[in-house]
């Protein structure tokens, strides 16, 4: 299902922006992008988002000019903001905070950390927007803040092996190709060997520990997730 949740990602490097796109794949969000504050506030005018991840170094202002606009703006006001920024000093925090960003995030940063955050922003401004857990057999997958569960004890999983245990909980009962799975889990742009998603499966199942019988190899075509 597509999620209607419109994100504005202000960025001027593309190796951050292609990250950003690839950390917010998974949740069907309309992602939009902007690489200057006259480029982001036209944007913002000509369709207010849900979420704004904001660099704090731009080409034409800092960042913190377009959020303070924001914050002074009766329609945009309440548009949740994320920091994205390589400064990492405790006063230059509290600067973008006191301005009026809601969370703050230091690059480099974990794909799924940002997920998380941005859910979670999302679930306390706008609750409608909340995903449900996913649960199959013993094991729970919370998308709102990216964490497993196995026997309702929180286990460590690569980003990787979340989402492809994600996909398969959203269609359990469906076998898919490993080519499918390539296309659906990790994008169709990404250049990589089928036999990869071996590779992911075998960490998958370790990761699920008792509950690994849910992932099922089915020969000659590929993998599901069934309870059955």
């Known amino acids: 299902m597509v999620d209607s949740t419109r994100v504005l990602v202000v960025e001027d490097e593309p190796a951050i922006v292609e990250l950003v796109k690839y950390s917010l794949r998974e949740a069907g969000w309309d992602i939009r992008t902007a690489d200057t504050v006259a480029n982001a506030w036209d944007s913002i005018t000509h369709g207010k988002p849900d979420l704004v991840l904001l660099d704090w170094m731009l080409p034409d202002q800092s960042g913190l000019r377009l959020l303070s606009r924001l914050r002074g703006d009766r329609d945009f006001q309440d548009i949740p903001v994320i920091m994205l920024t390589a400064k990492s000093m405790e006063e230059d925090k509290i600067a973008g905070l006191n301005t009026g960003a809601d969370d703050y995030v230091t690059k480099p940063f974990s794909p799924r950390e940002l997920l998380a955050r941005s859910r979670a922003l999302l679930r306390r401004k706008s609750p409608h ?40 909980m959203a269609h359990r009962e469906r076998v898919f190709s490993r080519a499918q799975l390539l296309d659906k889990v990790w994008g169709d742009h990404v250049m990589i060997e089928e036999r990869t998603v071996d590779v992911h499966v075998l960490r998958l199942r370790k990761a699920l520990r008792s509950a690994d019988g849910l992932i099922r190899t089915v020969r000659s075509v590929g993998y599901m997730l069934s309870e059955k």
């Open 129 to 168: 927007l909340a995903e449900a857990p996913l649960r199959a057999g013993s094991v729970v997958l919370d998308p709102n803040s990216c964490t497993v569960s196995v026997e309702n004890q929180q286990i460590d999983i690569g980003n990787a092996e979340y989402k492809l245990l994600k996909f398969l």
